[in-house]
C-alpha cells in the first residue's frame, strides 16, 4: 500500500511485542508521522504512565490526529485484563483534553470464541479470560464516548493473530517440534491472520482516513481475508511439529468478516500462509 499522510498519530504501549513489530515495519516501509509513547526515561518519545498520568498524556496527545492504544498486557491475571478498560477510557480522556478527534484501542478476534465469519454487529462470545478483558474494554470504550458526544470518536481494532506477535510464530524455535492441536479430522486451528507489514499498512490507511475527516465505525474487523490452519504456518515457516489430540475447550476456526475493512481500504488480500511468514520475515530483515 506504500506510506500515507496520517499527520500525527500517538502511539501508547508501543514497546511491547505487538507495538515493537509495528515499529519495525513502519519503519522498513519508510512511514513517518508516528510518535511513541514509553514509560521509561530516556526514550525517543513521549514518557509518561498512561494510567497516573494524564496531564502528561493529554499534552503527549495535543495536536494530534489519533491516538492508537495497543497498551494492556496479555495474558489470564485478572488484575491485568481489568487494566485493559482503565487504559482505553485513559486514552480517551487524554484525546478530549488534548483536542484529538479520534482514539483507535486495539481489541482482539478472541472477543467472538470460535466464529466462522464474524461480523462486527455480531454478539461477543469469549471463551477466556481475555476475550472477556477486551469486551470489558470495548463496553468501557463505548459507553464512555456515547457519554461524551463533542468527541473523541473511538475505533475498537478487533485484531486477527499477528503473525510474530502471536503464541505459534512468536515462540523462539527450540529445534524440536513444536506441538500443535490437531482435530478429528486430521487439521489443526484454522485462525484470521496477517502480518505485521500488512498490520501497519492497514492501521495506515485507517489513520489517513480520519486525517480527511472520514467517519470510521465503532468496531472493526482487522485481518487478511480467510483463514490459514496453524500447521501450514508453521511449514510455511520451516518449523517441524507434533500433532496431539485437541482438547475438548479448542476451537477448531476463528474467521473474520473483513468487509468492513475493505470498504474503507479497498481490497483486503487473502491469507496464505507463505505471505504471511514472508511479511514476518521481511519485518524482522531476516533473509527469505
Same mark, same amino acid.
Given at each position: 500500500?506504500?506510506?500515507?499522510?496520517?499527520?500525527?498519530?500517538?502511539?501508547?504501549?508501543?514497546?511491547?511485542?505487538?507495538?515493537?513489530?509495528?515499529?519495525?515495519?513502519?519503519?522498513?516501509?519508510?512511514?513517518?508521522?508516528?510518535?511513541?509513547?514509553?514509560?521509561?526515561?530516556?526514550?525517543?518519545?513521549?514518557?509518561?504512565?498512561?494510567?497516573?498520568?494524564?496531564?502528561?498524556?493529554?499534552?503527549?496527545?495535543?495536536?494530534?490526529?489519533?491516538?492508537?492504544?495497543?497498551?494492556?498486557?496479555?495474558?489470564?491475571?485478572?488484575?491485568?485484563?481489568?487494566?485493559?478498560?482503565?487504559?482505553?477510557?485513559?486514552?480517551?480522556?487524554?484525546?478530549?483534553?488534548?483536542?484529538?478527534?479520534?482514539?483507535?484501542?486495539?481489541?482482539?478476534?478472541?472477543?467472538?470464541?470460535?466464529?466462522?465469519?464474524?461480523?462486527?454487529?455480531?454478539?461477543?462470545?469469549?471463551?477466556?479470560?481475555?476475550?472477556?478483558?477486551?469486551?470489558?474494554?470495548?463496553?468501557?470504550?463505548?459507553?464512555? %464516548?456515547? @457519554?461524551?458526544? &463533542? $468527541? /473523541? +470518536?473511538?475505533?475498537? !481494532?478487533?485484531?486477527?493473530?499477528?503473525?510474530?506477535?502471536? *503464541?505459534?510464530?512468536?515462540?523462539?524455535?527450540?529445534?524440536?517440534?513444536?506441538?500443535?492441536? %490437531?482435530? @478429528?479430522?486430521? &487439521? $489443526? /486451528? +484454522?485462525?484470521?491472520? !496477517?502480518?505485521?507489514?500488512?498490520?501497519?499498512?492497514?492501521? *495506515?490507511?485507517?489513520?489517513?482516513?480520519?486525517?480527511?475527516?472520514?467517519?470510521?465505525?465503532? %468496531?472493526?474487523?482487522?485481518?487478511?481475508?480467510?483463514?490459514?490452519?496453524?500447521?501450514?504456518?508453521?511449514?510455511?515457516?520451516?518449523?517441524?511439529?507434533?500433532?496431539?489430540?485437541?482438547?475438548?475447550?479448542?476451537?477448531?476456526?476463528?474467521?473474520?468478516?473483513?468487509?468492513?475493512?475493505?470498504?474503507?481500504?479497498?481490497?483486503?488480500?487473502?491469507?496464505?500462509?507463505?505471505?504471511?511468514?514472508?511479511?514476518?520475515?521481511?519485518?524482522?530483515?531476516?533473509?527469505?
Amino acid at each position: 500500500m506504500g506510506t500515507f499522510d496520517i499527520g500525527t498519530v500517538l502511539v501508547v504501549g508501543g514497546t511491547g511485542r505487538l507495538g515493537g513489530l509495528l515499529h519495525l515495519a513502519w519503519a522498513r516501509s519508510g512511514q513517518g508521522g508516528l510518535v511513541w509513547q514509553s514509560r521509561r526515561p530516556g526514550a525517543a518519545g513521549p514518557v509518561f504512565d498512561p494510567l497516573t498520568e494524564p496531564r502528561s498524556f493529554a499534552a503527549a496527545a495535543r495536536g494530534a490526529t489519533a491516538i492508537l492504544n495497543l497498551a494492556g498486557r496479555v495474558g489470564e491475571d485478572a488484575a491485568d485484563l481489568a487494566s485493559h478498560a482503565a487504559l482505553g477510557v485513559a486514552a480517551l480522556r487524554a484525546a478530549a483534553e488534548g483536542g484529538v478527534p479520534h482514539v483507535f484501542l486495539a481489541s482482539s478476534a478472541a472477543v467472538y470464541g470460535g466464529a466462522d465469519g464474524a461480523r462486527e454487529d455480531d454478539m461477543p462470545a469469549p471463551v477466556a479470560e481475555y476475550g472477556r478483558g477486551k469486551v470489558a474494554m470495548e463496553e468501557a470504550a463505548l459507553a464512555w %464516548v456515547a @457519554a461524551h458526544p &463533542t $468527541g /473523541p +470518536r473511538a475505533t475498537c !481494532l478487533r485484531i486477527a493473530n499477528v503473525a510474530g506477535a502471536d *503464541a505459534l510464530l512468536g515462540v523462539p524455535s527450540r529445534g524440536g517440534p513444536q506441538v500443535l492441536d %490437531v482435530f @478429528a479430522d486430521g &487439521t $489443526g /486451528p +484454522r485462525r484470521s491472520y !496477517l502480518g505485521p507489514g500488512a498490520l501497519s499498512a492497514l492501521l *495506515a490507511c485507517l489513520f489517513a482516513r480520519v486525517r480527511v475527516g472520514a467517519s470510521l465505525p465503532r %468496531v472493526l474487523n482487522v485481518a487478511l481475508d480467510g483463514a490459514v490452519t496453524m500447521e501450514a504456518l508453521l511449514a510455511a515457516a520451516g518449523r517441524p511439529w507434533a500433532p496431539r489430540p485437541a482438547p475438548v475447550t479448542a476451537i477448531p476456526l476463528v474467521r473474520l468478516d473483513v468487509a468492513r475493512l475493505a470498504a474503507l481500504c479497498g481490497p483486503v488480500p487473502p491469507a496464505e500462509a507463505t505471505g504471511i511468514v514472508a511479511d514476518l520475515r521481511a519485518t524482522l530483515g531476516e533473509a527469505p
